[in-house]
């Protein structure tokens, strides 16, 4: 649509995004799917009040699972974490799990898939038309560090924002670690569904512009604006979802708290955010081999919490942003498109 100074999540080594839509004859859904086939350690801070999620105890640090493989994000409500175990027959397919050793001369695993849900159901007419396993496996299927599809697909095509249509965003940054050579790259994707809004209202433009040259829309878009954030109902069971991701090597611990962090952005993004009627979730991934000095280690850290917080907060942003008009909620694209044409 335009270009936007976000990056994407799969500037980090080793991560591919895929996603599967259906959006015709009562569907309005769908899945996206995180791969990362060379292995990842795991984190999760869940911090809305109406969560629906899968394997995320597996994911703390104290308990076994040390590496994964895939998250799974999809529509569906608690109905579509179906769609996991078509990511998790994936990865099987492939040999990549947590080992569980020979059966009949095979090498055998068990992958664990962590997944969580926005809910959309009936958004594009029937409630029945969700995400099962084969929204998992295709979305699996086209996973590429190449992906260049945001907005309203995989996850985020049932999505609404506060009244807009929702979406798929994502951003990253690179930055240097204090008095070293050493540079990490940090990226975080958002399937932005919240009960909040991503824009603020008076002046028609995202609360976290995250860089983007944005000039204020006319006071008629403006109008048209608030008319949609305001035309909705009142109980609006959402959610925002995501993943963040470093090329730094982080344990567990390290790694949920980095998860823990990204939630900032997201209340930065979205006001307001974790609400009763909210799920937001966010996954943690320590992807890379790079190593953080055991001396300073914190203030190193430190560094990669706020570029997580920065960059979930982008990819909310960029979520609404990239979205386009599916069913009755409209895009902001389609509302406010002065502000795309004085962005070129």
């Not at 990253?172 to 603020?200: F, K, Q």
């Not at 190193?300 to 982008?314: E, G, M």
Request: some cysteine.
């Amino acid at each position: 649509m335009f270009d936007l100074p976000f990056g994407s999540i799969t500037d980090v080594p080793g991560v591919t995004v895929g996603h599967h839509q259906r959006t015709s004859r009562g569907w309005q859904t769908g899945t996206t799917a995180i791969i990362v086939e060379s292995g990842a350690t795991p984190g999760v801070d869940v911090r809305g009040g109406g969560p629906g999620t899968r394997e995320t105890d597996a994911l703390h640090p104290q308990n076994l699972i040390q590496k994964i493989h895939g998250i799974c994000l999809t529509g569906g409500s608690a109905y579509g974490l179906a769609a996991a175990h078509g990511v998790m027959e994936w990865l099987e397919g492939r040999g990549l799990g947590f080992p569980i050793g020979q059966m009949n001369g095979s090498p055998q695993v068990v992958p664990v898939v962590p997944a969580a849900v926005i809910f959309d159901l009936g958004r594009g007419g029937s409630p029945a038309n969700r995400p099962d396993a084969t929204f998992g496996v295709k979305a699996a299927d086209t996973a590429r560090r190449s992906q260049q599809r945001w907005g309203s697909v995989g996850a985020g095509t049932g999505a609404r924002a506060g009244g807009l249509q929702g979406g798929v965003g994502t951003a990253s940054t690179t930055v240097r670690l204090p008095e070293s050579d050493i540079e990490v790259t940090v990226g975080a994707l958002a399937v932005a569904n919240p009960n909040g809004s991503v824009i603020y209202p008076t002046i028609g433009l995202p609360w976290e512009p995250s860089g983007a040259r944005l000039r204020r829309p006319p006071a008629n878009e403006r109008r048209a604006l608030i008319a949609a954030l305001t035309d909705h109902a009142s109980l609006n069971l959402n959610t925002t979802i995501g993943v963040v991701a470093t090329s730094a090597r982080l344990d567990k611990a390290e790694t949920s708290k980095m998860a823990s962090v990204a939630h900032d952005g997201l209340a930065r993004a979205v006001r307001p955010a974790h609400s009763m009627t909210d799920g937001d979730t966010i996954f943690g991934l320590a992807v890379g081999d790079i190593e953080l000095s055991a001396v300073g280690r914190h203030v190193a850290l430190n560094v990669i919490l706020q570029a997580a917080s920065d960059t979930f907060a982008a990819a909310c942003t960029h979520a609404v942003l990239a979205a386009s008009t599916i069913g009755l909620a409209r895009a902001y694209s389609d509302i406010c498109p002065s502000v795309y044409r004085s962005s070129r």
